[in-house]
């Protein structure tokens, strides 16, 4: 038996890592969550206090604030693109990254997520 995590706990581990990890972006953790969300994922807000108390995470709050903030430039800038074009095919890069309403809703997503995990951590 192979012991792998459900894409809820996947769910958990991305969204405190892309808030935690401050030495650099973690480009496909966002990409990443939007996947896993469109694969029937369930926020869970135990699993979120869980991950932060595992891996000793201090401050999550004040750093999702300052990555809420980064979060647009980040989303439409050249490095994202960049990074995310080596992972994703052209034809569905041509559907998403080089889609303004995608990332539009990538970016709406991905603050919807940290702000669901910061009050997930305030209880």
């Not at 958990?12 to 650099?24: H, I, M, Q, R, W």
């Not at 300052?66 to 080596?86: A, C, N, T, V, W």
């Amino acid at each position: 038996m192979i012991l792998v995590e459900s894409l809820d706990e996947i769910m958990a581990d991305k969204l405190v890592s892309l808030v935690n990890c401050t030495a650099y972006v973690r480009h496909r953790d966002i990409w990443d969550l939007h996947w896993i969300g469109q694969h029937g994922t369930h926020f869970d807000s135990e699993l979120i206090r869980h991950k932060l108390a595992d891996y000793h995470v201090a401050g999550y709050k004040d750093k999702a604030a300052r990555l809420i903030e980064r979060l647009p430039g980040i989303i439409h800038g050249k490095e994202f693109r960049d990074q995310m074009s080596r992972f994703i095919p052209l034809d569905v890069q041509e559907r998403t990254l080089l889609k303004e309403k995608f990332l539009a809703l990538l970016e709406k997503e991905t603050i919807r997520n940290l702000t669901n995990a910061v009050k997930a951590a305030e209880r």
